[in-house]
């Protein structure tokens, strides 16, 4: 029997309308002649869902019996025997109830499935096996009905049905996923659009991912190797050597470009086995590899470009990112072209980025002014005249005639010429002496004497000497000029850098200290400051502590110089006073008289970076000073304005209370209390704000942390402002794990979010007031139909002396809402402010949970989880 194919339609979230898509598809192939049945569905009260549920066969369903309690699940022997075209089966992923053929759906479905039966299905992102563990983190709901991730990908169609997050967040608000009663807690919990966003992204990687895979399958069955952009992939070639870093973070940007861009490592290895030169800088690499998403493959090849290219070509890759060799420019020259030539040349149509590195060019230093020429090339010189002088001498001597007298001078000029072009001085002078004696002898009649028979020879030869001096001269200077220039231009790269590193942000006195080691060549520099080193550049002990392999640069801020603080050598070669507050040591060579100039030069950098480190740190511990002036000014000035009118008032009516020159009615005595009693009161709330909000800000909030039942704060909290069912909708669960809080500070805080609800709630609409758990926490909702208050605005509710942007002045010092976060934040919880489902305000107070999250009972999800 042919077998049935399986169609799933994945979601991101409940709500988006999968169930909904599956009917609708149930119809249209209805409406072509195919004989389509419902197997199961759930509409959980969806009215739309329902609606197209009409028309349609829904067969039977089969009654289990558990503990008493009669559930309902697909019938499959009835779905077998009815057999019909199409089965619509809603939630692959649901656990059937004890008792029934399978334990999971999806296995009911392999079995319509082997019948021949096409099943069209839905399940959600959230129910994948290999995801649980990540939709818990983003949405702190464990899972527990899951579903292999190899059912979902042996489906022939995998189809996601899409819904923007703010779209769906607006479906529930209206009602159409949840009943009213259970829409303000998906919102504040599993409906976050914060939530949904990441949910979305999590689904359509997931099928991006196997259609990946779809497309690889195609391109290995069809022999296709040209690579097909769908999507980037950065193939990055890993030698085991210290530019691997660079290399991978560069492929990670490239591959980041992108949307869905893929980051590939790949290292080639000999198929002897032999371990790599590198093996601890290769797993270091692989774990950043790893660590910025990517994935790390080993390739054996003995043609390492051939090899990483064919690579590159079965990943599909459409970047390759190689490093810049470093190989001496001399060993390239004579080895011919190297691996970044040929790979590029072999690369076709992937494209190529070589990426330069601080190990192709080696440290950057400054050349020394010791001598013009280098030693190696004055040993290159006398190289050249020992090996071309009697190699010359013999061709002359083998071709010698009488008339060949002046070649064979001018051919020993040629010499002496290229010996001073490549050696300088005192090679040159060498081969000039070395060739005269052997012009004279071998080529100059008598032969085979030292003899100058000829005073017009001897000044020939004398000549001879100060031709080769000068030449000498002349690629003497010029090389010392060359060197001057390159010293130059060197000392205007390092303090480019140095100006370049604190533009960019970062530390200028440890850039100041780690280009110094580097461009004079040290082994250490360390920066030290009343015994104390304050920055430290090289050294083994400076790497360790900077956890990096190589030339690391470490700083040390606060570190006594200790015999835990080793110093090699143990005496500094140069020490450098830097103004009056510290001094420079620098381990390595003397420095020259030149260097020690441009020492000074960074002596005075460093200490001006000193200085404005310390005006920094001043600035900084001035900072909360001023913020505190600020907040006495706008104390004292709301303090004028707000204080005034209670204590006039009150003032007023004891004055006219003690008046002996009136005499007042009952009722006008009564009247006069009652507004002193009532500005007395306003005083007394004004003043204990006042000393609350003090408190917040030196941070001498007293807080006594314990479990505490929000019942019996919010009741209490309702009859201290006399509020009565009309004003107020309660939902409360009775079975709400109670919460790691204070309660007197939770009660006001209370009190405060629930009188600016009130303010601001239309005349006969009630304030709600709900509580629910989500994960490890409980949230308390307060909310109002009021106007709300813009998303750019939330924040400034909280700050002190704010009123609506300080535009009603007849409503208190505006403190309410910033005691009410800094009371709930004083008790490690949060205080938030978001919308409320048809317009309003709702203040969401989050605070730990006390006890473990509760399991689940029977098919129920717990509070703050979400079904179909």
């Known amino acids: 029997m042919k077998r049935g194919r399986l169609r799933v339609l994945l979601g991101a979230a409940p709500g988006v309308g999968k169930t909904y898509s599956m009917l609708d598809e149930g119809r249209r192939l209805q409406d072509e002649g195919r004989d389509v049945a419902v197997a199961i569905v759930e509409t959980h009260g969806r009215a739309a869902t329902a609606r197209m549920v009409e028309g349609l066969e829904v067969l039977p369903r089969s009654t289990v019996a558990h503990r008493g309690i009669e559930l309902t699940e697909l019938d499959l022997a009835g779905v077998l025997a009815r057999h019909p075209d199409v089965a619509l089966v809603d939630e692959l992923a649901h656990t059937n109830a004890p008792g029934s053929l399978h334990a999971k759906r999806y296995q009911d479905v392999e079995d319509l499935l082997a019948a021949g039966i096409d099943v069209i299905s839905t399940v959600n992102i959230q129910h994948i096996e290999s995801l649980g563990d990540v939709v818990q983190q983003i949405t702190g709901v464990p899972q527990r009905e899951t579903l292999p991730d ?3 990908r042996g489906a022939d169609q995998v189809e996601v049905i899409d819904l923007a997050p703010q779209a769906l967040r607006d479906r529930l608000a209206e009602g159409n996923v949840y009943p009213a009663a259970r829409i303000d807690a998906a919102l504040s919990n599993y409906f976050r659009l914060g939530n949904l966003t990441a949910l979305r992204e999590l689904a359509l990687l997931w099928l991006a991912d196997e259609v990946d895979t779809a497309l690889q399958s195609y391109r290995a069955e069809h022999g296709i190797s040209n690579k097909w952009e769908a999507r980037e992939r950065v193939v990055v070639a890993l030698t085991g050597g210290p530019e691997g870093e660079t290399l991978i973070r560069r492929g990670a ?21 032999l371990a790599t030169p590198h093996p601890g800088a290769l797993a270091a ?24 290219v064919e690579f590159a070509r079965a990943a599909n890759a459409t970047q390759l990112v190689i490093g810049v060799s470093r190989r001496p420019r001399l060993a390239a020259a004579l080895s011919g072209p190297g691996i970044g030539a040929t790979i590029t040349r072999e690369s076709g ?26 030693a190696r090339r004055r040993l290159a010189g006398f190289a050249l005249a020992l090996a071309g002088g009697p190699l010359l001498t013999w061709l002359l001597v083998t071709f010698r005639s009488e008339e060949s007298i002046t070649s064979d001078v001018l051919s020993y000029q040629l010499l002496v010429v290229v010996v001073a072009l490549v050696g300088g001085v005192w090679p040159a002078l060498f081969a000039a002496l070395l060739s005269g004696l052997t012009l004279d002898y071998f080529l100059v009649q008598p032969l085979y004497t030292i003899t100058v028979a000829e005073p017009l020879h001897l000044f020939a030869l004398s000549l001879y000497l100060v031709n080769a001096m000068l030449v000498s001269y002349v690629v003497d200077q010029a090389a010392r000029r060359t060197r001057t220039a390159r010293r130059a231009a060197a000392e205007s790269e390092l303090l480019a850098t140095v100006a370049g590193s604190v533009l960019r942000g970062e530390d200028a006195v440890q850039a100041l200290v780690t280009r110094t080691r580097e461009a004079f060549g040290l082994s250490r520099v360390r920066l030290l400051a009343d ?13 360790d502590a900077a956890g990096v392999a190589g ?68 600035a900084s511990e001035i900072g909360p000073l001023a913020e505190a002036d600020r907040m006495r000014s706008a104390l004292l000035a709301a303090v004028g304005h707000d204080l005034r009118r209670p204590l006039a008032a009150a003032t007023t009516a004891i004055s006219g209370l003690r008046a002996t020159d009136i005499t007042l009615a009952d009722t006008d005595r009564t009247e006069l209390l009652a507004t002193a009693g009532e500005s007395l009161d306003t005083l007394a709330s004004l003043v204990t704000n006042l000393l609350d909000v003090s408190r917040l800000q030196a941070g001498a909030l007293a807080v006594s942390l314990g479990p505490v039942d929000l019942a019996d704060v919010v009741l209490p909290a309702l009859d201290e402002l006399g509020l009565g069912p009309d004003a107020v909708e309660l939902d409360l669960p009775a079975d709400l794990a109670p919460v790691l809080a204070d309660p007197g500070l939770l009660q006001r805080a209370v009190v405060n979010l629930l009188s600016n609800a009130l303010r601001f709630s239309p005349a006969g609409t009630p304030t709600r007031v709900s509580a629910s758990r989500f994960a490890d926490t409980v949230q308390l909702r307060i909310m109002d139909r009021g106007p709300g208050i813009p998303a750019d605005r939330r924040g400034d509710v909280f700050v002190p002396f704010q009123r609506l942007g300080d535009t009603d002045n007849s409503t208190g010092l505006g403190l309410g809402l910033a005691l009410s976060k800094g009371f709930v934040e004083g008790m490690g919880g949060t205080l938030e402010a978001d919308d409320t489902p048809g317009g309003g305000l709702t203040m969401v107070i989050t605070l730990p949970a006390v006890g473990p999250t509760p399991p689940p009972a029977g098919a129920s999800p717990p509070s703050g989880e979400v079904t179909e």
Not at 295 to 302: F, L
Not at 531 to 543: F, I, K, R, S
Not at 584 to 591: C, I, Q, R, T, V
């Open 551 to 618: 030339a690391g640069v470490a700083a040390v801020a606060g570190t006594p110089v200790t015999s835990a603080t080793p110093a090699t050598p143990a005496t500094p070669a140069t020490t450098v006073p830097i103004g009056s507050r510290a001094s420079l040591e620098l381990y390595g060579p003397d420095l020259a008289a030149s260097e020690r100039r441009l020492l000074s030069v960074i002596a005075s950098q460093i200490d001006a970076a000193l200085e404005h480190r310390d005006l920094a740190q001043t």
């Open 349 to 374: 149509d992937i494209d190529v980025h070589i990426v330069t590195h601080s190990a192709a060019g080696g440290t950057f230093a400054l050349p020394r002014l010791g001598g013009s020429l280098t």
């Open 253 to 273: 940007r490239i591959a980041a470009r992108s949307a869905g861009g893929e980051l590939i490592a790949a290292h080639v290895i000999s198929p002897d086995g």
């Open 150 to 152: 190899a059912v979902l």
């Open 531 to 543: 015994g104390v080193v304050l920055v430290e550049a090289g050294g083994a002990d400076a790497q």
């Open 285 to 308: 690499q692989r774990a950043l590899v790893e660590e910025l998403g990517g994935s790390y493959h080993q390739v054996v090849g003995d043609d390492v470009p051939r090899a990483l």
